[in-house]
């Protein structure tokens, strides 16, 4: 099951949106927030907490504007019924070994992915290196200003669902934000060009 949540690509022919329940979504202290909330400007975290939180996932396939295969993360979290915060990134490949991981709307954050297989079979992601673009702007972003992500995502054969368990911390300043609990996958064939443009990034940036 994880092998085809992963295996999204427009060669496959079909794209993963799943929906579930997030037990537990969290954010760090209240000096925390108004970090999250600039983030949350261009969709690049939650400034939010609560638990039973209604969750969307959805990951499409098709080819940016640069020809690069690129998959989305949109992850939307109905935080009270009428109130939404989105979480949005597009996966692309960086070259042998890598993913690189564009955040927000803008793809201004550029981070690279280093995943890993644990012994229980389940998936570990952790994030690495950031690069800020804009414009004629590029530096590397200290990993001291921002946060490292650690996902770990499974499948409970029991349940039938998808489980996911996310954490962004700071090496010095503690926990930042996370979110977990469980969802169930739909596999429409949906990619390329028939991939809805919301989901998509309103700037694509060619640096990685």
């Not at 092998?3 to 537990?24: E, I, L, P």
């Amino acid at each position: 099951m994880l092998r085809r949540r992963f295996g999204v690509s427009t060669a496959a022919g079909y794209s993963c949106v799943g929906r579930g329940v997030m037990d537990r979504v969290w954010h760090g202290p209240a000096w925390t927030l108004p970090f999250l909330h600039l983030g949350a400007w261009r969709n690049i975290l939650v400034p939010d907490s609560g638990t039973g939180v209604p969750f969307t996932v959805e990951n499409y396939a098709y080819v940016d504007s640069f020809g690069r295969e690129t998959v989305t993360v949109v992850r939307t979290f109905e935080i009270a019924p009428g109130r939404r915060r989105r979480f949005d990134a597009t996966l692309v490949h960086g070259g042998p070994g890598r993913i690189v991981d564009y955040l927000g709307t803008h793809q201004h954050l550029a981070v690279d992915l280093e995943p890993s297989v644990l012994p229980d079979g389940s998936l570990q992601i952790r994030s690495g290196a950031q690069r800020f673009h804009e414009g004629p702007v590029s530096f590397d972003f200290p990993l001291l200003l921002s946060g490292t992500a650690l996902l770990r995502e499974g499948y409970d054969e029991v349940r039938g669902c998808y489980t996911i368990d996310v954490r962004v911390t700071n090496r010095r300043f503690g926990p930042l934000a996370g979110y977990a609990g469980t969802f169930t996958c739909e596999f429409p064939e949906v990619v390329g060009e028939a991939v809805p443009p919301a989901v998509k990034p309103l700037r694509e940036e060619r640096r990685g």
